[in-house]
């Protein structure tokens, strides 16, 4: 079946540096989503990709999607303490009707 | 309602005991996923439906788990003879279809601890 991964597993910065945070899929995909999870709460949707080779920017966020449509990328330019949180990634292939989360990747920010 | 409720928000029981979660989507979300996060973990799936058809269950850990949903409304995660392996936070999302690229809308969860 469909699976996600997502690397790095955690990753710790300092205030002011940069993230980033990858996504493969074993198959490829019809869409992808990027959430985000703030300690203590639940997933939020941030953005939604589909075309292939895609670029979507919100403020400090780049999000992009690769030309084969199995992976994506997630960056965060000059870190905040509010961007501490949980990043998912979740796509649905072709073929199937589940919508499969990453394990994401856990960013802590210190100030 | 204006998102996706949960209850209860949080729930103890003691092991061997049996819990049921209840979800209630937005209202016109045909799909509807519930997922368990276990402390620090990723989201995983246990099952989804869709509209009226069949469920997709192939999540669900042991035969100690089933799900129902009633038309495209309500649905009840039932945990029978709870372990303590089964604490985690039981997520439900809904969606306005699995084949428009919409956003999942996801409740607070429920938090089950088993002792």
């Known amino acids: 079946g469909q699976q996600v991964m997502q690397i790095p597993q955690y990753q710790h910065v300092q205030e002011g540096e940069d993230f980033t945070t990858y996504c493969n899929s074993s198959?490829?995909?019809?869409?992808i989503q990027w959430y985000k999870q703030r300690p203590g709460g639940h997933p939020v949707f941030l953005i939604q990709l589909v075309k292939s080779g895609e670029v979507k920017k919100q403020k400090r966020l780049t999000f992009q999607f690769g030309e084969a449509k199995k992976n994506s990328s997630l960056h965060i330019t000059a870190t905040q303490t509010t961007d501490v949180g949980t990043y998912f990634c979740a796509g649905r292939d072709n073929y199937g009707q589940n919508f499969v989360f990453g394990p994401g990747t856990r960013l802590s920010v210190l100030p | 309602g204006a998102g996706v409720s949960q209850s209860p928000s949080n729930k103890v029981t003691e092991k061997g005991k049996d819990v049921e979660l209840r979800c209630d989507p937005i209202s016109g979300h045909t799909a509807l996923y519930w997922y368990r996060q276990r402390l620090g973990q990723g989201l995983e799936f246990l099952i989804y439906f869709q509209g009226n058809s069949a469920p997709d269950k192939s999540g669900l850990p042991s035969d100690r788990f089933s799900a129902e949903r009633t038309g495209e409304s309500v649905s009840t995660l039932t945990i029978q003879r709870t372990q303590q392996e089964d604490s985690a936070v039981y997520l439900c999302?809904?969606?306005?279809?699995?084949?428009?690229?919409?956003?999942?809308?996801f409740g607070q969860g429920t938090r089950l601890t088993v002792v």
């Open positions: 198959t490829t995909l019809s869409n």
């Open positions: 999302a809904s969606k306005l279809s699995f084949r428009t690229g919409t956003e999942a809308f």
